[in-house]
């Protein structure tokens, strides 16, 4: 099976989601700088977020684009990631809502946690058909792909305590996948 409708759904979908991530803040009554700096934690969660959907639709591409083809398993997989990504936007208006009180931000965490996780049972899915050849070569034995699942358990059980640490941890795994997956890159470029 072909790709195209495949990646043509998943971009509609993310862009979807980031539009309820921005419908979701509410303007504030009021034309003053203290209204706005009252809204500081509903839009660092949001830059946030917004970070995150970005890095899974930029690595999403790039793994797609090493992909020749996909079967039934794989669109499934490919759905499973867009039902966890789709509970971001409800995450993140909780956590900022609440001013990353401890629940929200481990519930944030917890969100995080499973589209990593069914981020990884795609690349699983895409890994087993043979046309996938040059996907498997690039991704190796994605360490930071396994650092980041440690680091989102940290974080869930941190939250529960030091909500503060837990968002920084969040942040750094952010800082870690910014830039496009560079494995897949080099291999498609050499290629």
Known sequence: MGKTRLEAFSDGVLAIIITIMVLEMKVPHGSDWAVLQALWPVFVSYLLSFVYV???WNNHHHMLHATR???G???WANLHLLFWLSLVPFATGW???NHFAP???SLYGFVLLMSALAYWLLQCALRRQPENQ???TALGRDLKGKLSLVMYVAGMVLALWLPALAWALYALVALMWLVPDRRIE???QAE
Do not use: D, N
Request: zero cysteines; hydrophobic letters at 55%; aromatic letters at 4%.
């Open 54 to 56: 970005g890095i899974y």
């Open 103 to 105: 629940l929200p931000t």
């Open 134 to 136: 040059l996907l498997v």
């Open 186 to 188: 080099r291999l498609l």
């Open 69 to 71: 083809q996909v079967s």
């Open 73 to 75: 398993v794989v669109l």
């Open 95 to 97: 956590m900022g809502e």
